[in-house]
């Protein structure tokens, strides 16, 4: 993302949907394609313009043609024939030319927010903290693919639908008027005029149907909101079940998923009928509206052509007038459900965006870690971790992890292991004391769970940087080291390693990486500790060989040392009082 001036700060004292709207112009704004979004946005400005120019054109088309039509004038029939060809040439023209740039405004649109949401997620540490935050860190992929997708559709759409009907309006209420300054009203006698009479009719009419279908319209952004959360749950639901298909049949658990799954699937559809609901309702005031405006705006003038104040062209004329004003006062008519569709989207998406960039932002009342990364060394200084109802500390206040240095920190079941290995990479920042953290290069996190990025072996090897950044001799060596030599022949090929290999084979693959990489310093959550015989010699043999001046910190329960660590110290947990309200 490009270094741009945010505009964020400009909406920092609005609420509800304002700042939501200034998070999405600071999201398009801090885009590198916002260039390009101008400038297909100032084309379909351009297109739509001249369409309204055009439609204008075609409506004072409407006399000529139905007067020469009346008085079977053949002459006069064909050259509005011609001149009818050409507009309507010139207005298919305009039209497809808009059609094109509104797919690839919401195309760039959609990579402008989109682009921008992945930044501000996989900011370091951002996406780990975003999972302790209810609701907005439930399901992020979720409001970034078809959330982001479905809000800059609609924008597009809308917005594009609402310069068009401000176009007509402002081109056609002129008209309107002069149209209908003629109309006189005869009542016993006396004779009125009303000033722009059809254009009072227009405004009454649309008015009438806007606050109509406002009214039951506004349900649906709740509804819309609440229905794309249990979207995404049930989504979330279906793909953990698919991820876990072999351990729910080997448990016969198929009965429980199914009705775990029904129950997320019924409050979806509860959520939907609600909706369907509505939308039949609101479909009642725009069709009705939709078919009675046929006839009200010929109602509105037959005093005038009756009395012979409008000609027969003229009166159609003033139709043609009257329906596009109508078309475009309409307009929130029409797009009530899509519009509160639209501020629903509005707000997961920017919500999510919003959170994502307060995570940086510590709360006074809050305690935070000092972790300053890029240090020349590994030191923890009276570092406590704290918990929700615990706080966890090593039994030394200050370590400095020194080359080649193995050390052992023990933990109870239960205490907070994995808090505080999180901790240790800087992704649990509640607490007190001070971690400074080496270079990303130079340190590798072994968490509890491996994870095998999607590629080839050689990228999952080099993971996080580009396979070219090693030595390509190395991924062979470091395969044939870790038991693993019957994979070099695949190295360069495309799976899902997480589905293929074994449990063992993933474990060997991490001491596989580690060969690759060679780290001055290795942190372990359990993995170092939990090995079969030949496995943990395999390990002390790497450790003793090519990573000798490797420093190992290892968090474990198991009090087993096996020669292999130089240090032992104790992992100690006290409760505390206050709740910190973040949990994780």
Known sequence: MSQKQPLLPFFAGASGAIRRLGAYADAIHSSRGRNGLILLTFGLIVVVGATAIGQLRLNAWNEPFFDALKNRDLASFSQQLVVFASVAGALIFLNIAQAWLDQWTKIALRECITRDLLVQWFTPRRAVLLAGVAPVGSNPDQRIQEDARRLTELTVSLALGMLQSTLLLLSFV???????????????????????????????????????????????????????????????????????????????????????????????????????????????????????????????????????????????????????????????????????????????????????????????????????????????????????????????????????????????????????????????????????????????????????????????????????????????????????????????????????????????????????HEPEWVVSDETLCHLDDDDRKMLFSLFEKELSKTAVLSISSNEAQYGFYSRILYLTARPRLKVVPASG
């Open 174 to 516: 002129g008209v309107l008027w002069l149209l209908s300054r003629g109309f006189v009203f005869e009542f016993e006698g006396r004779r009125l005029q009303i000033p722009g009479f059809m254009v009072w009719v227009a405004l009454i009419y649309a008015a009438s149907g806007s606050w109509l279908s406002w009214r039951l319209g506004r349900p649906l952004i709740g509804l819309n909101a609440t229905r794309y959360a249990q979207e995404a749950e049930f989504r979330f639901g279906l793909m953990r079940a698919n991820e876990s298909r072999d351990g729910i049949a080997l448990s016969g658990g198929e009965q429980g998923e199914r009705t775990r799954l029904e129950r997320e699937f019924k409050s979806v559809i509860s959520t939907v009928r609600r909706i369907a609901n509505v939308t039949t309702r609101l479909t009642g005031i725009t069709a009705g509206y939709g078919w009675f405006t046929t006839v009200v705006p010929i109602i509105a003038a037959a005093p005038g052509y009756f009395g012979g104040h409008l000609t027969f062209g003229g009166l159609m004329m003033v139709v043609g007038a009257f329906n596009q004003v109508q078309q475009a006062l309409r307009w929130y008519v029409d797009n009530a459900g899509n519009i509160a569709d639209w501020l629903a989207t509005l707000e997961r998406v920017m919500d999510l965006r919003q959170a994502l960039i307060a995570l940086d932002l510590a709360a006074p009342s809050e305690n935070r870690i000092t972790v300053l990364e890029n240090a020349p060394a590994f030191v923890i200084e009276g570092m406590i971790v704290e918990m929700a109802d615990r706080t966890i500390s090593i039994s030394e206040p200050r370590l400095e992890l020194r080359p080649g240095e193995r050390l052992l920190v023990i933990g109870r079941p239960g205490t907070g292991k994995s808090t505080l290995f999180r901790a240790l990479a800087g992704l649990w920042p509640w607490g007190t004391g001070r971690l400074l953290l080496p270079p990303k290069a130079k340190i590798i996190f072994l968490p509890q769970r491996l994870y095998l990025p999607d590629g080839s072996l050689r990228d999952v090897l080099a993971y996080p940087y580009e396979a070219s950044v090693f030595k390509q001799k190395d991924f062979g060596r470091a395969l044939a080291r870790t038991n693993l030599a019957h994979l070099i022949s695949s190295l360069d090929r495309l799976a899902r390693w997480d589905r293929e290999l074994t449990v063992d084979e993933q474990q060997h693959l991490a001491f596989a990486r580690l060969l690759v």
